[in-house]
């Protein structure tokens, strides 16, 4: 059975940092692209991060360019969000989501955004306040 499991979420203060973490059973994280993704109640799910397999490429939404970096651990299996510089407009729930059996992170771009992901985790919620 395919699952993803989200971790790290949390609670910080704006300008603080998290981090996210992503791990599968049922199959090996490292073979395929990973991307994540976040959807503010009311409002469109933005694909936030991506991550290809084969050439470890990246992709960033604008709104967290130079803030957010994603990379892969190959011990674990498993896929980081680390966020920096937080802002409240940072907090919803987070969720990773691979496009099985995509090494490249195609689906992770295509419109609507998350509509090509077949596995998703349960979500994670990050939540930035003073």
């Known amino acids: 059975q395919v699952q993803l499991v989200e971790s790290g979420g949390g609670s910080v203060q704006p300008g603080g940092s998290l981090r996210l973490s992503c791990a599968a059973s049922?199959?090996?994280?490292?073979?395929?692209?990973i991307g994540w993704f976040r959807q503010v109640p009311g409002k469109e799910r933005e694909a936030v991060s991506c991550?290809?397999?084969?050439?470890?490429?990246?992709f960033y939404a604008d709104s967290v360019k130079g803030r957010f970096t994603i990379s892969r651990d190959s011990a674990t299996s498993a896929a980081s969000l680390q966020m920096g510089s937080l802002k409240p407009e940072d907090s919803t729930i987070y969720y990773c989501?691979?496009?099985?059996?995509?090494?490249?992170?195609?689906?992770?771009?295509?419109?609507?955004?998350?509509?090509?992901?077949?596995?998703w985790g349960q979500g994670t919620q990050v939540t930035v306040s003073s």
């Open positions: 989501a691979v496009d099985y059996p995509t090494l490249y992170c195609s689906g992770f771009v295509r419109k609507p955004p998350g509509s090509a992901m077949n596995y």
């Open positions: 049922g199959f090996n994280l490292d073979s395929y692209a």
């Open positions: 991550i290809s397999s084969s050439d470890g490429r990246t």
